[in-house]
């Protein structure tokens, strides 16, 4: 069976971090015990939700990126990208600026403010699907308007899988649109605290099962450092997440996990319950490569390989053994 090509379409971003802690301490965590005042930044760190996607789902299949960056949008950035399978064609370069997204993190290095969202070149672009692209049989709509996320849907030929992630930002502001989108997918991903915010109910179980009534066949919950949850007709699953050593910067940490969970699905080309649930492990495994470095310095080598490592380890996590 031939590994089948994904479309990603997402944002491509410079991205300033702040964290509570001096990154480059060898375990950030216990430095930020011994000194609570101490603070790092990144400024200009190039992330965007496509470019995590992308990069995490090249260890698997062949991808197609939709996006758009400004003049100041590094080459040397999309010569990675093509380096690792990911075709480029449909990234534009527009006059002006990349978008930027500015997040500080709080001691724990899992919850984060946003301080700043400048849309840039997004606030005009019109998402055109280049050559060839429309008939890719795995579609990922990462976070970004909803709007332009229904746009790629549009020029789409009846894809096998969609699969759409969006943040607060959206679901605060853009309510009737993401409900129009939510309507038309088959797989939603979105974290804890936004299927809270979206469904109105506090209770997981509960709030997905109301996410499930709008459309979805399928919803994952994603749950940081505590893992993630599956929900479909056939049931529910929970992933856990790997125990890591050494958080760096969880940024980036969701794009990765659809970038793993889309690219196992789109080398196993089936979609049932149980290959979901395999799924879930090997986006579990990407985005515990992405949290170890700043940026997308963690996925630039990623390999089939590297994953296949992390799923065993969180496979031995949670066996139990026959009784
Ligand atoms: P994650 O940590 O998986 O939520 O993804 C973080 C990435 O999402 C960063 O690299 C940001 O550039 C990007 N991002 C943040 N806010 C938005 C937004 N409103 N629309 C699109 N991308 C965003």
């Excluded at 969701?254 to 080398?267: M, T, V």
Aim: with cysteine.
């Amino acid at each position: 069976m031939q590994t089948k090509p994904i479309l990603i379409v997402g944002s491509m971003a410079f991205d300033d971090l702040e964290f509570p802690v001096p990154v480059a301490s060898p375990d950030v965590r216990s430095a930020a015990e011994s000194d609570p005042r101490a603070t790092t930044s990144f400024k200009d760190v190039v992330g965007g939700s496509a470019t995590y996607s992308a990069l995490a789902a090249s260890a698997f299949a062949p991808v197609r990126v939709v996006a758009v960056v400004g003049r100041d949008f590094p080459e040397a950035t999309l010569e990675t990208l093509r380096s690792r399978r990911i075709d480029t064609a449909g990234i534009e370069r527009a006059d002006g600026l990349t978008f930027r997204w500015k997040g500080r993190y709080h001691a724990d290095l899992v919850n984060r403010d946003t301080l700043d969202t400048q849309l840039n070149v997004f606030a005009n672009f019109r998402p055109r699907l280049a050559s060839g692209y429309g008939d890719s049989p795995l579609v990922l709509l990462g976070n970004i308007h909803p709007e332009l996320q229904l746009e790629v849907l549009e020029q789409t030929t009846k894809p096998e899988l969609v699969v759409a992630d969006t943040m607060n930002f959206w679901i605060t502001g853009e309510p009737k649109t993401l409900a129009k989108l939510i309507a038309r997918i088959d797989l939603l991903i979105i974290n804890d605290e936004e299927a809270r915010l979206l469904s109105g109910i506090h209770n997981l179980a509960r709030a997905a099962k109301e996410i499930l009534s709008r459309g979805p066949k399928g919803l994952i919950i994603k749950r940081g450092e505590h893992g993630s949850l599956f929900f479909d007709k056939d049931g529910v699953f929970a992933a856990p997440a790997l125990l890591l050593e050494h958080v760096v910067d969880p940024t980036g940490a969701g794009d990765s996990f659809a970038g793993g969970l889309l690219g196992y699905l789109a080398e196993q080309g089936k979609y049932d319950h149980h290959t979901m649930r395999r799924a879930m492990m090997h986006g579990t495994a990407a985005a515990s490569y992405c949290v170890e470095a700043v940026g997308t310095l963690g996925l630039s080598e990623l390999s089939r390989e590297n994953i296949r490592q992390r799923v065993e380890r969180i496979r031995h996590l949670t066996h139990v053994g026959e009784e």
